[in-house]
């Protein structure tokens, strides 16, 4: 019998030991099961806590992550929940050494916070749909077409499809049915150059010895990301509660 724990149940039985020592049970949502390729059954919280007599389920702030503020903003978010972001900030200072307009550089500031915040699937919708309610209609156009157009060259600003999508997808990939008659759309779109726009100043393989600090960019989400003075997740707007699935990512309902 093989009696090595594979990652996952490695990664599961220190949550188990986490659990129990800090009196709460996470259980996970279910697209983080089908994530990992487990179409069984979800967690029985009940079975858990008959094991745990003092554990409950989570439903407040998670102790394993940062605390957030009351009222956060972008930037707290920035801070405290997504994932490393150089990429981010380093497209963001491509865009300014190009002279584009700020719309523009929070656009590539910002197109890839589904990624390194929420999920990758189809991250440039779900992204534009993140800020849709507190920028200007353009850079969400944008940034839900750069999904789109980074699959397409266009040889009018030098943008050739990238050597690093043939390593990670090979060379035989072709973009599914939906994102081919987007493009078409796309292309056609008063707004198409915007969207490519990301794509030229999109970091593929970001440099690891140039460091961007997200203090350069203060002024211009100031001055472009409307801020609910309520803060993010917390608004009413169409997209709060994706911001508080980012606040508190285990919440049991």
Not at 6 to 14: E, V, Y
Not at 16 to 27: E, N, P, R, T
Not at 177 to 195: L, T
Not at 232 to 245: E, I, K, Q, T, Y
Request: a negative charge.
């Amino acid at each position: 019998m093989n009696d090595v724990m594979t990652l996952s149940q490695k990664a599961d039985a220190l949550e188990k030991q986490m659990s129990d020592a800090l009196d709460y049970i996470v259980i996970k949502s279910r697209l983080y099961q089908l994530a990992d390729g487990d179409t069984g059954p979800a967690p029985n919280a009940a079975a858990l806590m008959a094991k745990s007599p003092n554990a409950r389920v989570l439903m407040g702030d998670d102790p394993r992550l940062p605390s957030m503020p009351d009222q956060p903003t972008l930037i707290d978010f920035f801070r405290y929940r997504f994932g490393p972001c150089m990429h981010l900030l380093q497209s963001a200072r491509h865009a300014v050494n190009a002279g584009l307009g700020e719309k523009m550089v929070l656009a590539c500031l910002l197109h890839d916070i589904s990624t390194i915040g929420f999920i990758r699937g189809d991250h440039g919708y779900w992204g534009a749909q993140l800020v849709e309610p507190y920028v200007e209609e353009e850079v969400t156009w944008a940034i839900r077409a750069h999904q789109v157009l980074r699959f397409y060259p266009d040889d009018s600003v030098g943008y050739e499809y990238p050597q690093s999508y043939i390593k990670a997808f090979g060379a035989d990939y072709r973009s599914d049915p939906y994102i081919e008659e987007d493009y078409k759309r796309m292309r056609e779109h008063k707004w198409y150059m915007s969207g490519r726009m990301i794509t030229v100043h999109d970091i593929y393989s970001f440099d690891p010895n140039v460091q961007v600090e997200l203090e350069e960019f203060t002024d211009i989400i100031g001055r472009n990301f409307r801020q609910p003075k309520e803060g993010l997740g917390f608004d009413n707007s169409p997209v709060a509660h994706m911001w508080r699935a980012m606040i508190r990512p285990a919440k049991y309902l």
